[in-house]
T-cell receptor, first 112, second 113 residues
Framework: QKEVEQDPGPLSVPEGAIVSLNCTYS??????FMWYRQYSRKGPELLMY????GNKEDGRFTAQVDKSSKYISLFIRDSQPSDSATYLC????????????FGSGTRLSIRP | DTAVSQTPKYLVTQMGNDKSIKCEQN?????MYWYKQDSKKFLKIMFS???????INETVPNRFSPKSPDKAHLNLHINSLELGDSAVYFC????????????FGPGTRLTVT
């Protein structure tokens, strides 16, 4: 079993829809949870950085962490064609520089 | 100003050759990383340096050797290139106390023929 599992998609939704992206993990030591967005032929860019369980909102993006279920989600409201990208979840056990485990990414396409 | 830059952007070379990729960051971060992303988009860490000191060294063939001349630079040298080394290599940096807040370079697409 991989440490981090992420549905690869592709996921295609119409513009304006709410998108839900998810990851599950097996290592209960993970405390820091991130979501990165990667456009085609570009480097990943950090979208959300959260610690422990709970919700964090930033504009149209909401990150949710449920440590009891070892499940994290990213919600995108009012999705735009510019949101079309691959979304990578990532997690680590420590705040300091340490090994981050990435999910394999979900490819998202927003249809105009 | 580009925060994390890599050169070259594309690298096409033959098996058996030796090549280097350079990375520079102007964010003032203490920690830098090298990642390999394969054709399935899976991103895997290879090395991490904190202020010129190697702190993460994943199971990577000895043919890969990182070098950090100062905390703003992290280079990757690859000896005796093999077909399986073809991938996109990303450099990244982060603050020392927020290792999850990583800033990635644009990537170097390496093709070994």
């Amino acid at each position: 079993q991989k440490e981090v599992e992420q549905d690869p998609g592709p996921l295609s939704v119409p513009e304006g829809a709410i998108v839900s992206l998810n990851c599950t993990y097996s290592n209960s030591a993970f405390q820091y949870f991130m979501w990165y967005r990667q456009y085609s032929r570009k480097g990943p860019e950090l979208l959300m950085y959260t610690y422990s369980s709970g919700n964090k909102e930033d504009g149209r993006f909401t990150a949710q962490v449920d440590k009891s279920s070892k499940y994290i989600s990213l919600f995108i409201r009012d999705s735009q064609p510019s949101d079309s990208a691959t979304y990578l979840c990532a997690m680590s056990a420590y705040s300091s520089a340490s090994k981050i485990i990435f999910g394999s990414g979900t490819r998202l396409s927003i249809r105009p | 100003d580009t925060a994390v830059s890599q050169t070259p952007k594309y690298l096409v070379t033959q098996m058996g050759n030796d090549k280097s990729i350079k990375c520079e960051q102007n964010l003032g971060h203490d920690t830098m990383y090298w990642y390999k992303q394969d054709s399935k988009k899976f991103l895997k860490i290879m090395f991490s340096y904190n202020n010129k000191e190697l702190i993460i060294n994943e199971t990577v063939p000895n043919r890969f050797s990182p070098k950090s001349p100062d905390k703003a630079h992290l280079n990757l040298h690859i000896n005796s290139l093999e077909l399986g080394d073809s991938a996109v290599y990303f450099c990244a940096s982060s603050p020392r106390d927020r290792g999850g807040e990583q800033y990635f370079g644009p990537g170097t697409r390496l093709t070994v023929t």
